[in-house]
Nanobody
Framework: QVQLVESGGGLVQAGGSLRLSCAASGRTFRSYAMGWFRQAPGKEREFVAAISWSGGSTYYADSVKGRFTISRDNAKNTVYLQMNSLKPEDTAVYYC???????????????????WGQGTLVTVSS
């Protein structure tokens, strides 16, 4: 089973950019679809973006479409989330997740996912 470690969070002003990374251990990384979720204080965890094992398919929440970009480098066992035009409402702990099925990440949702990173905090100041 793959293990995930996120990095790249921090404090940024509204309108700024950050790039999150999620490094995976294990030789089976390329067989996993990957996703990013976020959880703001007092709120439910929500889907942000997902990418297929090959990188050929990507999906985004409406709230981040056009501002965030998910990508992956299977040679480096890493998935990225480039976040541009950040807004205060993007403030949350961001988690990456892995699953053998993209459908589980995009459609079934976080409750059905078992492989998670520890999270990285993104704070956007106004």
């Amino acid at each position: 089973q793959v293990q995930l470690v996120e990095s790249g969070g921090g404090l940024v002003q509204a309108g700024g950019s950050l790039r999150l990374s999620c490094a995976a251990s294990g030789r089976t990384f390329r067989s996993y679809a990957m996703g990013w979720f976020r959880q703001a204080p007092g709120k439910e965890r929500e889907f942000v973006a997902a990418i297929s094992w090959s990188g050929g398919s990507t999906y985004y929440a409406d709230s981040v479409k056009g501002r965030f970009t998910i990508s992956r480098d299977n040679a480096k066992n890493t998935v990225y989330l480039q976040m541009n035009s950040l807004k205060p409402e993007d403030t949350a702990v961001y988690y990456c997740a892995a699953d053998s099925k993209l459908h589980t990440i995009v459609v079934r949702g976080y409750r059905y996912l078992e492989v998670w990173g520890q999270g990285t905090l993104v704070t956007v100041s106004s």
